[in-house]
């Protein structure tokens, strides 16, 4: 018997002798699914922030090195999860990364990182973890890690409760950030400035010139059949108005066509 064999024998013996517990396929299936979906809500996070002016006249024409930055930060995110012992998803669900040689050490920095740069084979690594009596990936076997339920961890409404007050703090960064990206916009700065010439609204923009509630719904098709949508008030929430423009995505240049202005008081509206 090799004495790898007889390591993982007698860590087999272990921990049926003791309370720990091997954490199990589906449990680990759910953690990496919780991590990629914290790891997409990021990379969007992150986008968002740093969306560039004009976005919108490049979205249809974006290459490799534009989409590289998003799918890019994703990756990265999955692989650098687990630097503390755990990632977010393992936390959430009460599971822990040990060595198979001793249950009570943590594996080092560079096997951490090193056992998940084996995610990018994740066809391969789900049939392995599936197969295996223990859960265990492939990147475990070679690594020499084992993932067991954290009899020290969180209770479980504490995990709940961080689960949720993350999401909320995903949810929130995209509301806070959410005018940010439409201001940004070409469409709704054309918008913006038919809007501060139109005759009827300079007076209303005079005494209140924030334009406030910014909606915007595009079309990024050149020429498209149905046009896109901007829609902002002016003025304060009871005598301003509800400026609606309808806008066209046209080519050579490549800018923003304004169609059509629609101003309706906010009191017709909610009526």
């Given at each position: 018997m090799s004495s790898a064999t007889k390591t993982e024998t007698e860590n087999q013996q272990t921990l049926k002798g003791t309370r720990l517990q091997v954490s199990s396929t589906g449990k680990r299936l759910f953690a990496l699914l919780l991590d990629f979906i914290f790891a997409l809500l990021l990379a969007n996070t992150l986008v968002q922030i740093f969306r560039r002016e004009h976005w919108d006249l490049v979205m249809q024409s974006r290459?490799?090195?534009?989409?590289?930055?998003?799918?890019?930060?994703?990756?990265?995110?999955?692989?650098?999860?687990?630097?503390?012992?755990?990632?977010?998803?393992?936390?959430?669900?009460?599971?822990?990364?040990?060595k198979v040689d001793d249950f009570s050490r943590r594996p080092p920095?560079?096997?951490?990182?090193?056992?998940?740069?084996?995610?990018?084979?994740?066809?391969?690594?789900?049939?392995?973890?599936?197969?295996?009596?223990?859960?265990?990936?492939?990147?475990?076997?070679?690594?020499?890690?084992?993932?067991?339920?954290?009899?020290?961890?969180?209770?479980?409404?504490?995990?709940?409760?961080?689960?949720?007050?993350?999401?909320?703090?995903?949810?929130?960064?995209?509301?806070?950030?959410?005018?940010?990206?439409?201001?940004?916009?070409?469409?709704?700065?054309?918008?913006?400035?038919?809007?501060?010439?139109?005759?009827?609204?300079?007076?209303?923009?005079?005494?209140?010139?924030?334009?406030?509630?910014?909606?915007?719904?595009?079309?990024?098709?050149?020429?498209?059949?149905?046009?896109?949508?901007?829609?902002?008030r002016v003025g304060d929430e009871e005598t301003g108005k509800l400026v609606s423009v309808s806008l066209n995505l046209r080519e050579n240049p490549r800018g923003w066509e304004v169609l059509d202005i629609e101003i309706k008081p906010i009191s017709e509206v909610e009526d």
């Open positions: 290459g490799l090195a534009d989409l590289l930055p998003f799918y890019g930060g994703i990756v990265f995110v999955l692989i650098v999860k687990d630097v503390f012992g755990r990632s977010l998803g393992k936390l959430l669900l009460g599971m822990t990364i040990r920095l560079i096997v951490l990182l090193k056992r998940n740069l084996l995610l990018l084979l994740f066809p391969v690594e789900g049939v392995v973890l599936v197969r295996d009596a223990y859960a265990r990936r492939l990147a475990d076997k070679w690594w020499g890690t084992v993932v067991l339920d954290d009899q020290k961890g969180m209770r479980p409404i504490l995990r709940i409760l961080l689960g949720n007050i993350i999401l909320f703090g995903f949810f929130s960064a995209a509301i806070l950030f959410q005018r940010s990206g439409i201001e940004k916009t070409a469409a709704f700065q054309t918008a913006e400035q038919a809007i501060r010439v139109h005759s009827s609204l300079r007076l209303l923009l005079e005494q209140a010139p924030e334009i406030e509630e910014p909606e915007m719904h595009l079309d990024l098709r050149v020429n498209a059949e149905n046009p896109s949508l901007v829609r902002v």
